[in-house]
């Protein structure tokens, strides 16, 4: 993450995304949103925040999470010896079917309503 942006600031889990279409979420659960554009560099310093907060982390990419954003977030914690909650969303390594955005967000498990349950299982809310 280049420098992350923080794009909505909240009390609860941090949502380290690189999708934009999760803003509705935030709001309603009351969740922060860093904007992560960028893979590399990761923001250390704004990652060793997060974990110094205790907070959980959810990563969300639109992208496979094998070898993606939350994966390398995932290595740099676990170097770092934290102890840490993450939950990493993403696509899984299959293919993938085509279909429009709507379908495939949906058949992935990417839609608003299944990352609301998701994210709400995960908080335990």
């Not at 935030?26 to 949103?33: G, N, P, R, S, V």
């Not at 290595?75 to 429009?100: A, P, V």
């Not at 955005?101 to 335990?124: A, G």
Request: glycine content about 6%; charged content about 25%; hydrophobic content about 45%.
């Amino acid at each position: 993450m280049v420098n992350g942006k923080l794009l909505k600031k909240a009390k609860k889990v941090p949502l380290l995304v690189m999708v934009n279409i999760i803003m509705p979420l935030a709001i309603e659960l009351d969740l922060e949103i860093i904007n992560a554009t960028f893979l590399k560099p990761l923001d250390y310093k704004l990652l060793d925040k997060i974990v110094n907060q205790g907070l959980k982390i959810i990563t969300i990419e639109d992208n496979v999470k094998i070898g993606g954003f939350g994966s390398y977030i995932n290595l740099y914690l676990n170097e770092m010896k934290y102890k840490y909650d993450l939950k990493i969303i993403g696509y899984n390594d299959i293919f993938i079917k085509q279909g429009s955005i709507d379908e495939l967000l949906e058949q992935n498990n990417m839609s608003l309503d299944k990352l609301r349950e998701t994210i709400k299982e995960f908080l335990n809310i």
